[in-house]
């Protein structure tokens, strides 16, 4: 029996969420991500949470989880609830893996990249009977629930190998931090989401996270990929390549540039008024299905702060 998650929200509402990782300042491939989602759950009439994947703290820079509320706000996107910090959830994340252990469901791996790579890249549940000690060595989930495909909102229909469908994945690393694909399920069945709306460089893992909702028995959301901001094809806009941080203090020009991104340009006589304004607007125009469908979407930046969208890539 695993724990009891929060069932305080209403059953059947919509519940969406952003995700940042606070590890730098906003970018503009980011605002993409929380603009779509925001846009998708106030035209449902839904609720749209924030969420602070902070579990990764080697990563995460101090003040970054402040400065990304801030500039949220700048730009009118002002969430429900209480924002949830993921390094405040630990008891939560293991209560649930002391409960998958207990189910004889986890076990311990001692396999480096280095060897993975040697041995092809792909994790081969070479572990899986080896029957080590926790001490110094990953926690890793036995697959029950291999998913080999599943259906994307905007992508369509998406394919695994088998390989990738049947690897028994990390769930709680050898530094002894609770694994993304662990913490972002828990969380997601704790916060009774509805709907995910993120960018496609989540695309592939999303089929790890449909397979371990069935094993703790929770409801997978429905989930819609956008198209990703790259710099060149297969180079995506993250904090990682140092994507430059958008402006809070004149958030018109970037919200204008990112409606463009998702197939809705501003008026021109627009683009001038008040953030409220201007996202009014596009409630009024969007629609999740008139998304662009392709995987990335080339940008280029220019010095007048200008964004252009080219080399359509699928």
């Given at each position: 029996?695993?724990?009891?998650?929060?069932?305080?929200?209403?059953?059947?509402?919509?519940?969406?969420?952003?995700?940042?990782?606070?590890?730098?300042?906003l970018?503009?491939?980011?605002?993409i991500?929380?603009?779509?989602?925001?846009?998708?759950?106030?035209?449902?009439?839904?609720?749209?949470?924030?969420?602070?994947?902070?579990?990764?703290?080697?990563?995460?820079?101090?003040?970054?989880?402040?400065?990304?509320?801030?500039?949220?706000?700048?730009?009118?996107?002002?969430?429900?609830?209480e924002?949830?910090?993921?390094?405040?959830?630990?008891?939560?994340?293991?209560?649930?893996?002391?409960?998958?252990?207990?189910?004889?469901?986890?076990?311990p791996?001692?396999?480096?990249?280095?060897?993975?790579?040697?041995?092809?890249?792909t994790?081969?549940?070479?572990?899986?009977t080896?029957?080590?000690?926790?001490?110094?060595?990953?926690?890793?989930?036995?697959?029950?629930?291999?998913?080999?495909?599943?259906?994307?909102?905007?992508?369509?229909?998406?394919?695994?190998?088998?390989?990738?469908?049947?690897?028994?994945?990390?769930?709680?690393?050898?530094?002894?931090?609770?694994?993304?694909?662990?913490?972002?399920?828990?969380?997601?069945?704790?916060?009774?989401?509805?709907?995910?709306?993120?960018?496609?460089?989540?695309?592939?893992?999303t089929?790890?996270?449909?397979?371990?909702?069935?094993?703790?028995?929770?409801?997978?959301?429905?989930?819609?990929?956008?198209?990703?901001?790259?710099?060149?094809?297969?180079?995506?806009?993250?904090?990682?390549?140092?994507?430059?941080?958008?402006?809070?203090?004149?958030?018109?020009?970037?919200?204008?540039?990112?409606?463009?991104?998702?197939?809705?340009?501003?008026?021109?006589?627009?683009?001038?008024?008040?953030?409220?304004?201007?996202?009014?607007?596009?409630?009024?125009?969007f629609?999740?299905?008139?998304?662009?469908?392709?995987?990335?979407?080339?940008?280029s930046l220019?010095?007048?702060?200008?964004?252009?969208?080219?080399?359509?890539?699928?």
């Open positions: 029996m695993l724990p009891q998650f929060n069932s305080d929200y209403l059953s059947g509402s919509y519940r969406g969420r952003f995700a940042p990782s606070p590890s730098g300042a970018h503009f491939g980011s605002l991500a929380a603009l779509a989602s925001y846009l998708d759950a106030k035209v449902n009439q839904g609720q749209w949470l924030v969420r602070m994947e902070d579990i990764d703290t080697p990563r995460v820079v101090a003040g970054a989880a402040d400065d990304i509320l801030r500039t949220l706000e700048a730009y009118g996107l002002h969430w429900d609830g924002v949830v910090y993921q390094s405040q959830r630990h008891d939560l994340y293991q209560d649930v893996l002391a409960q998958l252990s207990k189910a004889d469901l986890t076990y791996c001692s396999c480096t990249r280095k060897a993975l790579k040697q041995r092809g890249g994790y081969d549940n070479h572990c899986r080896r029957q080590l000690t926790t001490e110094g060595n990953a926690l890793r989930l036995i697959q029950t629930q291999p998913v080999y495909a599943f259906t994307d909102l905007l992508q369509g229909e998406v394919k695994l190998n088998a390989a990738q469908a049947e690897e028994d994945y990390i769930v709680k690393r050898r530094d002894g931090l609770f694994a993304y694909q662990l913490v972002v399920v828990v969380d997601d069945i704790d916060q009774q989401i509805t709907r995910v709306v993120r960018g496609a460089d989540l695309l592939e893992p089929a790890r996270q449909i397979g371990l909702f069935r094993q703790l028995s929770g409801a997978a959301p429905d989930y819609a990929h956008v198209s990703l901001a790259v710099a060149q094809p297969g180079f995506k806009l993250s904090k990682q390549n140092h994507a430059p941080a958008i402006d809070n203090t004149r958030p018109q020009p970037a919200l204008c540039a990112a409606l463009g991104f998702l197939g809705l340009p501003v008026p021109a006589e627009l683009q001038q008024d008040s953030v409220a304004q201007i996202l009014r607007w596009a409630q009024q125009h629609s999740l299905q008139a998304l662009p469908r392709h995987r990335e979407i080339q940008v220019h010095q007048d702060g200008h964004y252009d969208f080219t080399g359509l890539t699928a």
